[in-house]
């Protein structure tokens, strides 16, 4: 589900980006399984921070990123650096329906994507399809107790508005990441707030 307007404050915003570059990024590239990913798709790219992240802390030859709206699309065009052209592309592309080839990347990014989406268990078969065996899922998710604030049509949705089919506990989405064929391998946990890990594709 595209951003509102709140929401499009709080991402494409320096505080956004340095969060994401400091602290979100490293913490993932400490809990990754594997040497190397040289191949990787990020869903939900919003202005095109986190695949600058991926070329440079996880060390990717080339990202795919995507996001499903075209504003934000232009942004990360509009934001890409030179030295990272060569690198990165990105895409318009609905994360529930990618359109991409199935075993293709050595890893997917979520960088707040799953949630938004009108129905996530559809979005972590997709990611599943396209990994590699053996390849690996990065996500940072906030958990239902925290987004149910925000479900569309709720007082705070005029900050932030989120679909009820993106809302899930940590038991349902380790779950169903399982049902889609990714083993969580690391995790970090904020309460019932907001999760922070690596599953690999078995
Ligand atoms: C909370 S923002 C996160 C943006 C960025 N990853 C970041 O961390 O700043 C969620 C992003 O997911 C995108 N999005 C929402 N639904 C989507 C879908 N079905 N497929 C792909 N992207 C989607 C939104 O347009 C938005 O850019």
Known sequence: MKLNLGERFIVNNPLRAFIQRRIEGPMLKRMAGLESYPLCLEIGCGGGVGAEIIVEQFGAQSVVATDVDTEQIERAKKNLKSKFKDKIKFRIADAMALDEPDNKFDAVFSFGVIHHMEDWRKA?????????????????????????????????????????????????????????????????????IAIFGVGRKT
Request: proline share 3%.
């Open 124 to 192: 972590i078969k997709e990611i599943s399809r396209v990994l590699k065996t053996g390849g690996e899922l990065f996500f940072e998710e906030p958990l239902k107790n925290f987004t149910s604030f925000f479900i569309k049509g709720s007082l705070f949705s005029r900050i932030a508005s989120h679909p009820e089919g993106g809302m899930f506990s940590y038991d349902e989405f380790r779950n169903g990441l399982k049902d889609a064929g990714i083993d969580i391998i690391n995790l970090k946990r904020l309460g019932n």
